[in-house]
């Protein structure tokens, strides 16, 4: 078997679905599996690198009319190289089902079009953008072109041969929204992307005091007191890092000793650092971007609890891997969260902000309760072995080629 992986246009700087796209390839070939990943190539994008105006629309040239090009040509030669008999070189290949096409992102689902001749499937993080251009999520409106975007993806899934959900919650969403018999739609849970452990404790220090020289919580270079909450996330809407502030600041204005807040990821909105100010945060809070997986190993293994009320998620990496680290979670109730988390975690509807302020003072005030969290999560968090996910994958690859063998 030979695998070919559809990862994402670079300019789209979708750094979580390129994680995802690499540790498919590292963990493929670890089990052995003969895989390749190829990814739409910048050349118009290359004249002005922008997720939005002219460089989204030259990224669109790229990727809706120059990598189909390059896919079948790729799939060409790896047929060609496959089939157990020679061709000639006018002869039309037979696509082997030794090969298997997977597609890493949902959203590059309009690619199936071009796979209908080759054993394919999709792996599908969350409906959230197709949700959000058909109107069902308020918070995040859609203009003309990205609804006519989310169709296509929609259109591209209900193509697929088999579309693979990281979670029960996801799979629920695409068997509402997407025409596709059941039988062709399954769950596989995501595995880590780096290998999160609890790290030392000198060592993480170490880390933590040279992160916090380049911090910028409110430009003060002063070290955090003992002990710190956590959030990590970009600035997208459903990340509800507002949110966050607000949960932190009723927290303060109850105790004015809630250690300092930690929040690691993209740097501040405008909004964000005008809510810091209006609030008197700028000494409590801190921002740290730019972190690499072992400065998060060690932010994750020293913070005293990782705060995390998202709006919507198709499965919250940062929940497993603070989990991963012996962080205890406090995070919001809806799905995907109680079936990643198990029980394990400590869970609130996101707009009770006042019950997440009250549980976080409760539980930075119980160390005894933080220890049973972190006991439990430990255990949890290594259900999500990224061997496993692998070899679920390689399980749906073998289904599809005898499926497909059956077809031809």
Partial sequence: MRVLLIGNYPHDAQESMQRFAAMMLSGLEAAGITAELIVPTPCFGRFKRSGTGLGKWLGYIDKFLLFPILLRKKLSTLNFQLSPQHHGLLAEPRISTRLVVHICDHSNAFYTRYLQDVPHVVTCHDLLAVRSARGEVPENPTRWSGRQLQEMVAKG????????????????????????????????????????????????RSRIKSLSE?????????????????????NQWYKNRLGVLRIYARAVATNPATP??????????????????????????????GCGNEDLRAIYSLADLLLFPSLAEGFGWPVIEAQACGCPVLCSSIEPFPEVTLGTACMHEPADEPGFAAELLRLLAQPDARRALTTQGLANARRFAPATMVANYVECYDQLTRHFTRRL
Avoid: W
Wanted: aromatic residues 8%.
């Fill in 157 to 204: 899934l209900a193509r697929a041969q088999h579309v693979a959900c990281d979670s029960e919650a996801t799979q629920r969403d695409v068997h509402r929204l997407i025409s596709l018999p059941k039988d062709r739609v399954s769950v596989i849970s995501i595995g880590f992307n780096y290998p999160y452990s609890p790290m030392p404790e000198p060592e993480a």
């Fill in 214 to 234: 380049s911090a910028t919580p409110t430009n003060n270079p002063a070290s955090p007191r003992p002990g710190f909450i956590l959030h990590v996330g970009g």
């Fill in 260 to 289: 300092n807040l930690v929040m690691a990821g993209k740097p501040f909105t405008a909004e964000m650092e005008s809510y810091i100010a209006a609030y008197h945060l700028l000494e409590r809070v801190r921002s740290i971007e």
